[in-house]
Structures are given as structure tokens and as C-alpha cells.
């Protein structure tokens, strides 16, 4: 490993060109939804933008009605192979929009040129009739915009995609990770928001995984097999979901059931499954802790929030108060670990069979010991945050008919 330290000095910039020889910039503000992100919060972001110390002239903001939640810092240019683009904060050459870097692909319409200049004043009959244009966004309608060039559509993950694509067509990436935060992002801060951002992010990467681009084949093709393999873990990510939810579930019916399937703590097989554990826990708590130490005192908070709300997520408190049908599977299975747990307890107490149930013991109380906010969520807190009492009494009725199932099957 040879890894690549970047400094920035913009101070030197003036030494090496004049002012009105500056590249041009072009700035996108993404933004979603109005009551999440108010829209005096895109107002300050662009005035932020527009008072950057840089021609006026050279600046072009672009307000978008979509945008990805991040802050990874990558530029394309020319080249191959390089860290895929995701999220927000990113420079591009504009030339890398429009085809490969030795396959020029002209747009339709000059104004999206990439070395085109607008010299025109803003507020001039003509520049002025493009914008709305623009705005109605039907300009693109008829054209290869989307799909041969600019950010391509087609999946719910366009960062991850329209990266993929450029750097099959041979551009490179470079990443760079400056000292000072370059761009400071939002999160979201509800399990809710976040499991569907998470299950947004799993459709558009399947899409991508499953389709005629599939990294796999066209990737590896065109990038070769390590960056096509590269991109293919990502793309089929969400598949872990099918044996994570196997291994939430399998080890806790087979306890309830008396079945070990686990070797036994005398065995020397049990030595591998334990080195496995601290292995990838173990790396995780690090990273959480390190984490932790290096943001310390800087916290992101949400765009809109109530005071209760805020207060919650200030004292780390979980937010489970809105009736989602993504919190079911996770209180059943919750509350499946839980009933395992204590059934296994009871039998190794009652049997004296530690040796034999040891680990299974083991995964379902360390799934109760990570389930304890969504216990306190489901029978024990009063506010507002909550889970629902018809989320709570569907998962404990799925898991009395997976008890039902397995005792009579």
C-alpha cells in the first residue's frame, strides 16, 4: 500500500494565473424535500456559495431538487481505476460528462457544452428565457443527457452509477481528504429516515447489479476484472441482508428447539468461531471508538426538528415514534433473540448443557444486548418517541407464530 497525501494551497493560485484566467466553477446544490431541508436553509448555502472569494463571472450555482446525503471528496479526470464517487462534494471536470477522454460526445444544445462560457448578462431576455427552460427540466427530454452523457439516470443511487459509468468510459478519480472540513453534510437522525435512505440505497445498487452495466460483466470489461469486482461488492451489498436475517434467526429457533449448531466450547473448532468474533467486532468497536474521539464536541444535527426530538437525539436517545412497517422486523426479531435467550438460560440451568448451547447462548444475548433501545422502545418509554403499540403487538404476534410454527413442525 502506497497511499497519496494531497495539500491544497489556494493562496498560490494568483502566482501562477491571473484572476480572469480562473476555470470556471459550476456549483450544485442539492436539496429534497422543503419541510426537511426549509428553503432558507438553501437560501444561506447560496449566498454562502455566491460570496466565495472567486470571479463572479468564473461561478455558476445550480440549484438540483435531489441530492445524496455524504461528504466524500473525489475528482475525475482522466485516467482509469481511482475510488468510486459517492455522495455529495465533488469536483468533475466538466469534460468528463460528455464521453470518454479520448470519445468526445457532444451535447445537443451548445449552452451544455463543457467549455462553453456564458458571456451574456444574467438578467439579459435570452439567458433569462434558458433558465426557465432549465427550471421546467424538459430540456434534457430527446437527448442523450441521462443516459450517454452527464450524470446518468436509471438507478436511486445516481452518485454510485453515473462514478461507475465514467470511470468504465476511463476517467480517474482521485481522492482527496483535506485537513479542514471541505463540506460538512446532514444525516439522517431517525431510525425511520435512515432505514429508508438504506433501502433506497439497496434497490438503486441492485438495480445497477442486475442491469446491462452490471459491474460484474460490463464493469469488469471495461475496467477490468479487479475494478469490476470492486464495484460489484458494492452493488450487490443488499444481498448480505438474506443471511444476516438467516443468522438473526436460525441459532434462536434451533436454542428454542434444544438443537445445537454451533461446535461445543471443547472443541477446536469453537476457537475459530471466537477468533472470527473478536475479529470483526473487535475492528468495528475500534473504529466507534476512534471515531468518537476524533469528533469529538462537533455535532451534526437535523434541519428540522422538534425540541423534544432534539433533545432526544442530543442524549442519544433512539427515535422509534412513527408507525413504520421497516421497525416490524426489527422488534420481532428483537424480541424472538429475547425469548430465545431466556428459554436457553432456563435449559442450561435446568440441564446443565453450557457446553453444548454456549454459543448460541451467546449470539442471542449479544442480539438482546443490542436490542435494549428497542426494548425500552416497545415497553417501557412514555414520550413521543415510542414505538407504536400496533408495531409492538404485530411483532410479538409474528413471533408467536414462528414459536407456533417450529414447536409443531
Not at 387 to 409: E, K, Q
Request: overall charge negative; charged content about 15%.
Amino acid at each position: 500500500m502506497n497511499p497519496v497525501h494531497r495539500h491544497e494551497h489556494p493562496e498560490h493560485l494568483e502566482k501562477a494565473l491571473d484572476r480572469r484566467d480562473f476555470p470556471g466553477l459550476d456549483i450544485f446544490i442539492c436539496t429534497a424535500d422543503p419541510f426537511k431541508e426549509p428553503p432558507i436553509d438553501v437560501v444561506n448555502t447560496a449566498l454562502s456559495v455566491m460570496a466565495y472569494d472567486y470571479p463572479a463571472e468564473k461561478v455558476s450555482v445550480y440549484v438540483s431538487d435531489d441530492g445524496g446525503l455524504g461528504a466524500d471528496h473525489v475528482c475525475l479526470h482522466g485516467g482509469s481505476e481511482g475510488p468510486n464517487y459517492v455522495g455529495t462534494g465533488c469536483f468533475f471536470n466538466r469534460r468528463a460528462f460528455f464521453g470518454g477522454p479520448c470519445s468526445y460526445v457532444p451535447p445537443e444544445a451548445l449552452e451544455l457544452s463543457p467549455d462553453y462560457i456564458v458571456e451574456k448578462p444574467i438578467n439579459g431576455k435570452e439567458i433569462l428565457g434558458k433558465a426557465h427552460q432549465v427550471a421546467g427540466c424538459y430540456y434534457e427530454n430527446q437527448t442523450s443527457w441521462g443516459s450517454k452523457i452527464g450524470f446518468r439516470y436509471g438507478s436511486l443511487v445516481e452518485d454510485y452509477y453515473t462514478g461507475y459509468r465514467l470511470q468504465c468510459e476511463g476517467w480517474k478519480s482521485a481522492f482527496c481528504n483535506p485537513s479542514r472540513a471541505t463540506f460538512l453534510g446532514d444525516i439522517p437522525i431517525t431510525i425511520n429516515d435512515a432505514l429508508n435512505q438504506v433501502k433506497r440505497w439497496s434497490v438503486g445498487l441492485l438495480e445497477v447489479a442486475f442491469s446491462k452495466y452490471s459491474p460484474l460483466t460490463y464493469g469488469s470489461r471495461n475496467m477490468g476484472i479487479l475494478m469490476g469486482l470492486g464495484y460489484a461488492h458494492y452493488s450487490l451489498w443488499p444481498i448480505w441482508s438474506i443471511p444476516i436475517t438467516i443468522y438473526a434467526l436460525v441459532p434462536s429457533l434451533a436454542l428454542l428447539q434444544g438443537l445445537p449448531i454451533f461446535p461445543k466450547v471443547s472443541e477446536p473448532w469453537f476457537l475459530l468461531y471466537a477468533f472470527l468474533f473478536l475479529g470483526s467486532y473487535g475492528q468495528d468497536c475500534f473504529d466507534f471508538i476512534s471515531t468518537r474521539m476524533e469528533t469529538h464536541g462537533f455535532n451534526v444535527t437535523s434541519k428540522v426538528m422538534e425540541d423534544e426530538q432534539s433533545q432526544r437525539y442530543d442524549n442519544g436517545i433512539f427515535e422509534f415514534g412513527v408507525a413504520s412497517p421497516m421497525f416490524i422486523p426489527l422488534a420481532s426479531l428483537a424480541t424472538l433473540n429475547l425469548v430465545a435467550f431466556l428459554a436457553g438460560f432456563l435449559r442450561v440451568f435446568n440441564d446443565g448443557e453450557f457446553d453444548a448451547f454456549f454459543v448460541q447462548m451467546f449470539v442471542a444475548g449479544f442480539g438482546v444486548l443490542n436490542s435494549f433501545p428497542i426494548y425500552g422502545a416497545m415497553f417501557f418509554r412514555r414520550d413521543s418517541g415510542r414505538m407504536p403499540i400496533n408495531t409492538t403487538l404485530t411483532s410479538t404476534l409474528i413471533v408467536g407464530a414462528l414459536l407456533f410454527c417450529s414447536t409443531n413442525s
